[in-house]
T-cell receptor
Framework: DVKVTQSSRYLVKRTGEKVFLECVQDMDHENMFWYRQDPGLGLRLIYFSYDVKMKEKGDIPEGYSVSREKKERFSLILESASTNQTSMYLC?????????FGSGTRLTVV | EDQVTQSPEALRLQEGESSSLNCSYTVSGLRGLFWYRQDPGKGPEFLFT???AGEEKEKERLKATLTKKESFLHITAPKPEDSATYLC????????????FGTGTLLAVQP
């Protein structure tokens, strides 16, 4: 089974801090994605990557950046955390037969 | 614009009471439709992929079906452990390979 590992389950950060969320997959997939999930809004795509060093903006990229230096690792960066970035962050990988998600990182910005 | 709508938003069933969840969609080119189960505080867990109208997939008490406009997730004789949020997502393929998610149906099965 594909495993997608997110480095932290829970994080509490202060407004203005730079935050790194890490995601690692173990099945050599090319595509990797970062979503955020909020009540009533569902899952929204922040950024995705279809190859090493390649990245594309999703639907809500403002305030975020990403890094993909190695195929298995896709990092989401909050350049200057704000309270409206409090959310559940989900990393995923896969292809047309199905996507696998990590267990999520619940980020609270205070 | 590609869009997916799930209904109902919430559903409460008695144990053993069968029902269906709906996922309606509009898309220019459907490459696949995914169903997920999500437990509170966890990431979505993959259930099924459906690729074309008329296709059906089954897993234990769950059965997913697909038409050209909607997909149903049928739950037969549910148990309390089936309680979760069920999400559907469109896979449109192309250059992005991204998924478009519905907002989910929160299912509660009471003993």
């Amino acid at each position: 089974d594909v495993k997608v590992t997110q480095s932290s389950r829970y994080l509490v950060k202060r407004t203005g801090e730079k935050v790194f969320l890490e995601c690692v997959q173990d099945m050599d997939h090319e595509n990797m994605f970062w979503y955020r999930q909020d009540p009533g809004l569902g899952l929204r795509l922040i950024y995705f990557s279809y190859d090493v060093k390649m990245k594309e903006k999703g639907d809500i990229p403002e305030g975020y950046s990403v890094s993909r230096e190695k195929k298995e690792r896709f990092s989401l960066i909050l350049e200057s955390a704000s309270t409206n970035q409090t959310s559940m962050y989900l990393c995923a990988t896969g292809a047309n037969y199905g996507y696998t998600f990590g267990s999520g990182t619940r980020l609270t910005v205070v | 614009e590609d869009q997916v709508t799930q209904s109902p938003e919430a559903l409460r069933l008695q144990e053993g009471e069968s029902s269906s969840l709906n996922c309606s969609y509009t898309v220019s080119g459907l490459r696949g439709l995914f169903w997920y189960r999500q437990d509170p505080g966890k990431g979505p867990e993959f259930l099924f992929t459906l690729y074309s109208a008329g296709e059906e997939k089954e897993k234990e008490r769950l059965k997913a079906t697909l038409t050209k406009k909607e997909s149903f997730l049928h739950i037969t004789a549910p148990k309390p452990e089936d309680s979760a949020t069920y999400l559907c997502a469109l896979f449109t393929g192309g250059a992005t390979n991204k998924l478009i998610f519905g907002t989910g149906t929160l299912l509660a099965v009471q003993p």
